[in-house]
């Protein structure tokens, strides 16, 4: 009884309109069982009649999970009042062994929740991918979608995100959610976790990017997060997905359903690995073999840009960019003036290691498809070497 507990007093302090603050509230419950009775019902108008747009209110298992994990209680007026829609969704869920019950879902964000003991909670949140019918007919955020279904390249994802929740029967759909449960990323490729914070750079954003093979790492060669972002501001600059900075704060800079520019030309994977054919590994050597540097770096990246993954590696095209925050600096080594990237330090690899294996479990990344940057494009090999995850 805990849970109640916490939810009621949050509800004391936390006026519905502060969603910023909520969204940084640590989630204190974890959907671990979902049943849904009904989706895309329609409540009957005064006048009688039913809305039949409300058939297009289809929540996903996984949507709904995410809903729960993170609604927070708002007065009960709210579903009545300034969200009010017809369209609703039913069904109940388990936290825990003791903890969970029934509920009715809206589609404009606001949900009825009756525990098992009967006290009844009413919870909102906005950031949904659900497609909403009634949208338009309440006060909208700049940043929400009226009237039409916003993502297009749902099917896409349906194939590049884990599910969370699994199927365990279908005669009444129950659906087991895993712990903990992946990174959410809302319809415009935006990560949804407290551990996130959203710093969008629209101009390092390219190209639609439907499947993600792979994730490199990279160091900034700047003394700080707004070096880069000042950088990023600019339409020619490179960009990456992530930024972690100094004291380990992960700020993500584009959408993950964009490529961003933050490899440029790519070494052989088969000259590397010799994990090819005969014939490719002699074609890849003799590649290696052109005397000019700048030459043979372009003749071996048209080459390997004609393959697809994996016979080559991944990059900007299909692979997350995380970028850490640090310099490069001329040192002596053997004689030798060198441009050195300063060591990535403990709160960065800590944040690192977290983000890596939040993504590789969201987009089904193999542990040996991350990289340095060095790994896979002629780069100075200090850049990213005392990365760790
Ligand atoms: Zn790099």
């Not at 710093?199 to 070096?227: L, W």
């Not at 490899?263 to 005969?278: E, H, M, N, W, Y």
Request: one cysteine or more.
């Amino acid at each position: 009884m805990e849970y109640q507990k916490t939810l009621l007093s949050k509800a004391m302090i936390i006026p519905l309109l502060s969603m910023t603050a909520a969204c940084h509230l640590e989630p204190e419950r974890k959907v671990k069982e979902l049943k849904i009775e009904v989706n895309g019902f329609s409540l009957v108008s005064a006048e009688g009649t039913r809305l039949n747009d409300c058939k297009e209110f289809e929540p996903t298992a996984q949507q709904i999970a995410h809903y729960f994990n993170r609604a927070y209680p708002v007065e009960r007026k709210v579903m009545t009042t300034s969200r009010y829609t017809p369209c609703y969704a039913t069904g109940s869920l388990k936290f825990d062994k003791k903890t969970g019950g029934t509920w009715t879902l809206y589609s404009s964000g606001v949900a009825s929740f009756e525990f098992i003991r009967g006290d009844v909670v009413t919870l909102y949140y906005k950031d949904n991918q659900w497609f909403d019918p009634t949208a338009c007919t309440y006060t909208l955020d700049k940043d929400e979608q009226c009237g039409s279904h916003s993502n297009t390249s749902s099917e896409t994802r349906k194939e590049t995100l884990a599910e969370p929740c699994q199927l365990e029967t279908t005669s009444t759909p129950i659906w087991k959610c895993q712990e903990p449960t992946m990174l959410f990323i809302n319809n415009t490729g935006l990560v949804d976790a407290n551990r996130i914070k959203l710093n969008i750079f629209p101009k390092i954003e390219r190209e639609k990017m439907d499947k993600v093979n792979g994730i490199v790492v990279h160091q900034t060669g700047g003394p700080s997060a707004q070096s880069a972002f000042d950088l990023y501001a600019d339409e020619r600059e490179k960009g990456a997905h992530f930024l972690i900075d100094k004291d380990g704060t992960i700020y993500q800079t584009a959408s993950l359903y964009r490529m961003s520019k933050h490899v440029g030309r790519l070494q052989s994977r088969c000259f590397i690995t010799k994990k090819c054919s005969a014939t490719e590994l002699q074609r890849a050597t003799s590649l290696e073999n052109i005397k000019s540097d700048a030459k043979k770096t372009q003749a071996v990246h048209d080459d390997e840009y004609k393959k697809n993954f994996p016979l080559r590696y991944p990059w900007s095209a299909d692979a997350i960019g995380i970028e850490i925050v640090g310099m490069a600096q001329k040192e002596n080594r053997n004689g030798k003036e060198k441009n050195i990237y300063e060591p990535v330090n403990e709160q960065q690899n800590a944040a690192l290691k977290w983000l890596i294996e939040e993504l590789k479990k969201t987009f089904h990344v193999s542990v040996s498809e991350i990289y340095r940057h060095p790994q896979i494009e002629r780069k100075n090999e200090s850049e990213a070497s005392t990365a760790t995850w």
